[in-house]
């Protein structure tokens, strides 16, 4: 995910944290974890364009994995200066 994240967005800040346990028994939750995410990321690419925008922007660079393995994933997505 960080990988895609990067060479996608460039990203200046990416936090990326695995929330699977706190998800056990839970719609969704793979004992092997990596199935529920929460996703701080910073780039300049995402200047000008709407919370919407930026989570489709996200979204976007992860094709396939939103499909296959992750079940759930919170963005908190902005760009540089921003709070």
């Not at 944290?17 to 199935?35: F, L, T």
């Not at 996703?39 to 996200?58: D, P, T, W």
């Not at 939103?66 to 963005?75: D, F, K, N, T």
């Amino acid at each position: 995910m960080r990988r895609r994240l990067a060479e996608a967005l460039q990203p200046t800040k990416i936090e990326l944290i695995d929330d699977s346990e706190k998800h056990r028994g839970h719609g969704g939750y793979n004992p092997a974890g990596e199935s529920h995410f929460t996703l701080i990321i910073e780039s300049a690419q995402f200047a000008g364009n709407s919370r919407v925008e930026r989570q489709r922007m996200v979204h976007a660079a992860l094709g396939d994995l939103l499909e296959e393995r992750v079940h759930a994933l919170s963005i908190r997505a902005q760009a540089p200066g921003e709070e």
